[in-house]
T-cell receptor
Framework: DVKVTQSSRYLVKRTGEKVFLECVQD?????MFWYRQDPGLGLRLIYF???????EKGDIPEGYSVSREKKERFSLILESASTNQTSMYLCATTPTGRGETQYFGPGTRLLVL | SQQGEEDPQALSIQEGENATMNCSYKTSINNLQWYRQNSGRGLVHLILIRSNEREKHSGRLRVTLDTSKKSSSLLITASRAADTASYFCATVRGSTLGRLYFGRGTQLTVWP
């Protein structure tokens, strides 16, 4: 079974803090994705990575950056957290870039005060 | 830039009834996938249908795809209370490095 873990289930941060969300997968998948999910808006892609040190912007990259130094780990960074980044953050992986099934982590619910 | 749009936004039925959810999309696709999300959890993949397929079954799930109408449907037969969840369709376009384009989802509630 593919296992995708996220560093925290719940996180509370203050405005202006730098926030790190980590995602780790154990199946040697090439592609990893970060989404945010807000009520009524569905899932929106923030960034994704198709190889170590490679990244692509998604639909809403502003205010975020990512890091992929090792194949199994994909980090989402909020450089200076703002209240409008309060959301559910979901990480996903897929074996290659051919559009197969994505495997999701349990999600991190982030509250920025 | 959501690709899919699910219909209805919310569906409420009794146990034992069938649940049908629809998804429409705008551009040509390689495949279309359905996912389920229990409240506050990650998404779980249910079924993938390729653009050259018209129908696919998996247990109590039946998915159809009509590429001429750019639409898909997910049918859950003999629904159970445990099927209560949000259901999302997601599409894969051409050379997009495996990214999915999700709709906003249908919230299904199955009453015992």
């Amino acid at each position: 079974d593919v296992k995708v873990t996220q560093s925290s289930r719940y996180l509370v941060k203050r405005t202006g803090e730098k926030v790190f969300l980590e995602c780790v997968q154990d199946m040697d998948h090439e592609n990893m994705f970060w989404y945010r999910q807000d009520p009524g808006l569905g899932l929106r892609l923030i960034y994704f990575s198709y190889d170590v040190k490679m990244k692509e912007k998604g639909d809403i990259p502003e205010g975020y950056s990512v890091s992929r130094e090792k194949k199994e780990r994909f980090s989402l960074i909020l450089e200076s957290a703002s209240t409008n980044q309060t959301s559910m953050y979901l990480c996903a992986t897929t074996p290659t870039g051919r559009g197969e099934t994505q495997y999701f982590g349990p999600g991190t619910r982030l509250l920025v005060l | 830039s959501q690709q899919g749009e699910e219909d209805p936004q919310a569906l409420s039925i009794q146990e034992g009834e069938n649940a049908t959810m629809n998804c429409s999309y705008k551009t040509s696709i390689n495949n279309l996938q359905w996912y389920r999300q229990n409240s506050g959890r990650g998404l779980v993949h249910l079924i993938l249908i390729r653009s050259n397929e018209r129908e696919k079954h998996s247990g109590r799930l039946r998915v159809t795809l009509d590429t001429s109408k750019k639409s898909s449907s997910l049918l859950i037969t003999a629904s159970r209370a445990a099927d209560t969840a949000s259901y999302f369709c997601a599409t894969v376009r051409g050379s997009t490095l495996g990214r999915l384009y999700f709709g906003r989802g249908t919230q299904l509630t199955v009453w015992p």
